[in-house]
């Protein structure tokens, strides 16, 4: 059953009746207006955004569920009842051909609502939603080995939803955003929807690869307690493709990333302290993708300075790619290492281990699997990131049961 979530306190019938569309309160337009009103509302929860952030919708994406002798008549009277609002510009809705859909977002008269789970009123429309979605799915990963052995390993995935909802009674959530975006990721595992695709860039995206660290303890397989194998500093390790020859100072970064000992050092040079827990190792790590990796090249930051310093060489590549912009120097890396996780050694992890029932999903530079498979993941991910780097990185593996210890703001 599809998870289709409306605000608590919005009747539809009701509102269309006493605003004059009696004519529209059918069961089949109610469950078309639900569905968009729920793919706005989801569109910016899963992204941990606020309801006011306006979205795009694809006006073909819109008519396959909406159906094109719907789909003006379900925008307009949800536009008319203030329950969705489309994005203006100079008093006109925003759209360009080819370039940018129409941005849509829920109504301000619901942005503090809670917001509920219900299910279609008429069971055909239910199994039209699915069958799109299953079609995506196969879509997806129609001849890639590895995406396949994911949807697989999707549908053979478990989660215990009374415990996961018994985790987070009581929690204090820093904003009401956070509280739903963990209980819609819950009400997903309840509802049995699985969906997977990737961007543009070859990441895969897929049930588990949004949901907050700490539910993902509430994974198993058969029983199985699951484990993520991770290649340590796995962006940074890609920099070193940056070096066109060898030097000192490529030799100095390759042993830091190979031990895993890259922020440490940076961190002490810049403070003169080590980490006190991972936490702070996080924190940094975040600073770092942010102040280095992935910062416009005008801002010059403390942390930026003291890499420039250690790195001079790799520091002036970095930069020279960004020069445009730096989404396109992220995008070059997003891409490298979607071709080593998810073309490479996934295609070869599922080639060799398929047939062996492995569960295996990707969550964007590491993978998750059993205990029996650590092994195996483990060397033909390091052996897949040494053809590229020249060299193997450090690749660890953890329990996803210590995920509900981290460090995480609800």
Known sequence: MRQIFIPSNLNLKEKLIESGFKHLAATHFIDKCHWL???????????????????????????????????????????????????????????????????????????????????????????????????????????????????????????????????????????????????????NFKSGDIYIHSDRYGRVYHNVTNIPKRLRSFLSFQGQELYMVDVSASHPCLFSTLYESDSPEKQKYVDLIREDALYPFLNFELKGMEFHDNGEKSDFKLRFFKEVSYAPNFRKTDLFKEFTNQ?????????????????????????????????????????????????????????????????????????????????????????VKKEKNLREVF
């Open 311 to 399: 790195f001079p060489i790799l520091s002036k590549h970095i930069s020279q790619r960004k020069l445009k912009h730096q989404k396109y120097f992220a995008h070059e890396i997003l891409k490298k290492e979607s071709e080593i996780v998810i073309n490479r050694a996934a295609t070869k992890i599922a080639q060799h281990y398929a047939e062996r029932g492995i569960f295996l999903l990707s969550i964007h530079d590491c993978f998750m699997t059993t205990k029996e498979f650590i092994a195996p993941v483990k060397e033909i991910l390091c052996a897949e990131y040494a053809k590229v780097i020249g060299f193997e990185p450090k690749v660890k593996e953890e329990s």
């Open 37 to 187: 009103i729920s793919t706005l509302y989801l569109n910016n929860v899963i992204r941990k955004q606020e309801l006011s952030n306006f979205a795009p919708r694809n006006a073909k994406a819109l008519r396959s569920i909406l159906t094109s002798r719907y789909q003006k008549a379900v925008i307009d009277t949800l536009k008319a009842l203030e329950i969705i609002e489309v994005r203006k510009k100079s008093g006109r809705e925003t759209y360009i051909p080819g370039q940018e859909s129409k941005c849509y977002r829920i109504g301000e008269i619901y942005w503090e609502s809670k917001f509920i789970r219900v299910s279609a009123i008429n069971p055909r429309f239910d199994a039209k939603i699915q069958k799109r979605q299953e079609k995506q799915n196969k879509e997806a990963s129609r001849g890639h080995p590895g995406k396949q052995l994911f949807l697989e390993s999707l549908k053979r995935l478990d989660f215990d939803v009374k415990a996961a909802k018994n985790y987070i009674q009581g929690k204090e959530f820093e904003s009401e955003t956070s509280r739903r975006f963990y209980e819609s990721c819950i009400e």
